[in-house]
T-cell receptor
Framework: DTEVTQTPKHLVMGMTNKKSLKCEQHMGHRAMYWYKQKAKKPPELMFVYSYEKLSINESVPSRFSPECPNSSLLNLHLHALQPEDSALYLC????????????FGSGTRLTVV | DAKTTQPNSMESNEEEPVHLPCNHSTISGTDYIHWYRQLPSQGPEYVIHGLTSNVNNRMASLAIAEDRKSSTLILHRATLRDAAVYYCILKGSNFGNEKLTFGTGTRLTIIP
């Protein structure tokens, strides 16, 4: 299995809702990442997990809450989002502490209404 | 993080080679040069990476200048499926440096 699987592919949520994005990989990668991508812009790093511990938080607002329950799974919990948070949310994984490439999922398209 | 500079856009004819340039004059000795591409409506896809020597794989070749201040991604025979945004990224190899920071990239258009 050489894929990163993200669910759901599309999500529409209201500003008072709570929802979660899920990311899964079975490549034995011990580093996992969340990126946010607005239309026509490059992906922006949000969080990095290394060996299931949060190692980098790029000053992301607390309405985004990451979780890494085990080495294969990464969640992003969403609460009280704003319309400007609408974007493509990308998950990626890689070998930790190595220089090989990252594997990205195809993303979750989030719309906040 | 060291920065890279790429042209905003390029065009190439189908079935011809494509040379995508990247300047990285502030590269450090431990930075690897990574290339990713992002096809429409998809997540980024790893293409190739290198440190000092030129590299080849099934997707592309990476030519690195001797002073490492620039590099070129070479697609040997472009197809319509190669139309994408190509990102040149410097990534540190130090322990704990797990960040992959994207620049604005080059939008490659393939002309049939």
């Amino acid at each position: 299995d050489t894929e990163v699987t993200q669910t759901p592919k599309h999500l529409v949520m209201g500003m008072t809702n709570k929802k979660s994005l899920k990311c899964e990989q079975h490549m034995g990668h011990r580093a996992m990442y969340w990126y946010k991508q607005k239309a026509k812009k490059p992906p922006e790093l949000m969080f990095v997990y290394s060996y299931e511990k949060l190692s980098i938080n790029e000053s992301v607002p607390s309405r985004f809450s990451p979780e890494c329950p085990n080495s294969s799974l990464l969640n992003l919990h969403l609460h009280a989002l704003q319309p400007e948070d609408s974007a493509l949310y990308l998950c990626a994984s890689s070998q930790a502490n190595r220089v090989e490439g990252y594997t990205f999922g195809s993303g979750t398209r989030l719309t906040v209404v | 993080d060291a920065k890279t500079t790429q042209p905003n856009s390029m065009e190439s004819n189908e079935e011809e080679p494509v040379h995508l340039p990247c300047n990285h004059s502030t590269i450090s000795g431990t930075d690897y040069i990574h290339w990713y591409r992002q096809l429409p409506s998809q997540g980024p896809e790893y293409v190739i990476h290198g440190l000092t020597s030129n590299v080849n794989n099934r997707m592309a070749s990476l030519a690195i200048a001797e002073d490492r201040k620039s590099s070129t991604l070479i697609l040997h025979r472009a197809t319509l499926r190669d139309a994408a945004v190509y990102y040149c990224i410097l990534k540190g190899s130090n322990f704990g440096n797990e960040k992959l920071t994207f620049g604005t990239g080059t939008r490659l258009t393939i002309i049939p």
